[in-house]
T-cell receptor, first 114, second 115 residues
Framework: SQTIHQWPATLVQPVGSPLSLECTVE??????LYWYRQAAGRGLQLLFY??????ISSEVPQNLSASRPQDRQFILSSKKLLLSDSGFYLC?????????????FGSGTRLTVV | AQKITQTQPGMFVQEKEAVTLDCTYD???????LFWYKQPSSGEMIFLIY??????QNATEGRYSLNFQKARKSANLVISASQLGDSAMYFC????????????FGSGTRLQVQP
């Protein structure tokens, strides 16, 4: 079966510290991968997406970067966190699943920058 | 560019009644897919229902149905026989190439089901 793992679930980091969030997918190959951020009570904002290893597209210029070192691994990073980086980060993958085009989300990481 | 608009920040419904959550969209793409997701307080995104732009019939999945009106560019979610467990945030989303391009989300509607 196809699953997506995202960790950690919660994270409290001081301003100026680095960040690394990891997402891995199982049960599929060459998925499209996405990082979204959700501010409190708001919708999901696309940060990055990747169609293959080493292929990253950035949607919003900011303090974050993404990398895809392996087919089923997607990493969100920052060298120096800002207070505005606080939020709920969701990783997702997509593929055609039968007749339905599915987008499956990880369980999310709640990041608080203090 | 695609845009999803959800004009109801919050909705209340009595248990066992039906409720409609509004969603309008804007796109210049001739082909697209529309999605609804449920987000409980835990934060997980739960897929509810999908409608393709060329689908002739409105999608249904159990108690969920999608009222798709292409000319009006609306894709409202109808939940029948509301249950207390339906209380959550609901997001409408779309993609011009479902499965191959990212989803664009609306701002969401918080639904509260009252006993």
């Amino acid at each position: 079966s196809q699953t997506i793992h995202q960790w950690p679930a919660t994270l409290v980091q001081p301003v100026g510290s680095p960040l690394s969030l990891e997402c891995t997918v199982e049960g599929t190959s060459n998925p499209n991968l996405y990082w979204y951020r959700q501010a409190a009570g708001r919708g999901l904002q696309l940060l990055f997406y990747s169609v293959g290893i080493g292929q990253i597209s950035s949607e919003v210029p900011q303090n974050l970067s993404a990398s895809r070192p392996q087919d089923r691994q997607f990493i969100l990073s920052s060298k120096k966190l800002l207070l505005s980086d606080s939020g709920f980060y969701l990783c997702a993958w997509s593929a055609r699943q039968g007749l339905v085009y599915g987008y499956t989300f990880g369980s999310g990481t709640r990041l608080t920058v203090v | 560019a695609q845009k999803i608009t959800q004009t109801q920040p919050g909705m209340f419904v009595q248990e066992k009644e039906a409720v409609t959550l509004d969603c309008t969209y804007d796109t210049s793409d001739p082909s697209y897919g529309l999605f609804w997701y449920k987000q409980p307080s835990s934060g997980e995104m739960i897929f509810l229902i999908y409608q393709g732009s060329y689908d002739q019939q409105n999608a249904t999945e159990g108690r969920y149905s999608l009222n798709f009106q292409k000319a009006r560019k609306s894709a409202n979610l109808v939940i029948s026989a509301s249950q207390l467990g339906d209380s959550a945030m609901y997001f409408c989303a779309m993609s011009s190439e479902p499965g191959r391009r990212a989803l664009t989300f609306g701002s969401g509607t918080r639904l509260q089901v009252q006993p």
